[in-house]
């Protein structure tokens, strides 16, 4: 009861307000073990440059993490996700949810008995449907990329992270057979990120990040061990 009472506090307090792509915290797996997990990752606003205005995004994923050795894990994700923009001059747009997908490495830089460090890339492409507006047909692509540095301490009944990143996340779309790129706003594209993990056994466990000037998100995960 402790634990669950945990996960819900944590949850209101980095929600408050809080997002790129998640960061999937320190906890990696051994060389040739798999972690496994599935995943909700809600972006609330990431800025766009010139007068592209804002976007947000709402994806669930499922998770598999692989062991390349001991300090090298590739982290691979599948599922699906929605656009939504918000231009300051013309009509929002909302593309209906799609599939979507990231891929991602993470490097183990430093581990003591309760401190560990991880540097990582992740990258996540979602694609929308085509949908028709004012006799136009309109596509996206969100290009969400990532590099972080993170420190976590194990205090036994969770282990919470914090770190920074540089992020870029472009809505790549097209209106007819026009393609453009909207770039985000490049003088915010470093932030901060604070999340942890919360065992529920020795093979399962919790993961709630928040992200933090660089973007407003938050994600949660329910992970496995195998």
């Not at 994700?77 to 991602?104: C, F, H, M, S, V």
Request: glycine letters at 8%.
């Amino acid at each position: 009861m402790r634990k669950i009472l945990l996960f819900f506090l944590i949850c209101f307090c980095i929600t408050n307000p809080s997002y790129a792509a998640p960061c999937y915290g320190t906890r990696m797996p051994q060389q040739k073990k798999i972690f496994a997990g599935i995943q909700a990752y809600s972006v609330f606003k990431r800025t766009l440059e010139k007068d592209y205005g804002k976007i947000r995004s709402l994806q669930n994923f499922f998770l598999l993490s692989y062991g390349i050795f001991d300090w090298l894990s590739l982290d691979l994700k599948g599922g699906a996700g929605n656009i939504k923009q918000r231009p300051k001059i013309g009509e929002a747009i909302d593309y209906l949810t799609y599939l979507g997908g990231g891929y991602g490495l993470r490097l183990r830089l430093y581990e003591s008995d309760l401190t560990k460090m991880v540097f990582g890339f992740q990258h996540i492409s979602i694609h929308s449907r085509t949908e028709s507006l004012g006799g136009s047909k309109y596509k996206a692509v969100l290009d969400d990329w990532q590099f972080s540095f993170l420190v976590s301490h194990d205090f036994s009944i969770f282990t919470p992270y914090i770190g920074t990143r540089w992020s870029r996340m472009d809505n790549i779309n097209w209106i007819d057979t026009v393609r453009n790129r909207e770039k985000s706003d490049l003088s915010k594209s470093l932030g901060l990120i604070i999340g942890t993990d919360i065992p529920l056994n020795k093979k399962t466990w919790l993961n709630v990040e928040g992200q933090f000037f660089d973007a407003t998100a938050i994600a949660g995960s329910v992970n496995f061990a195998f």
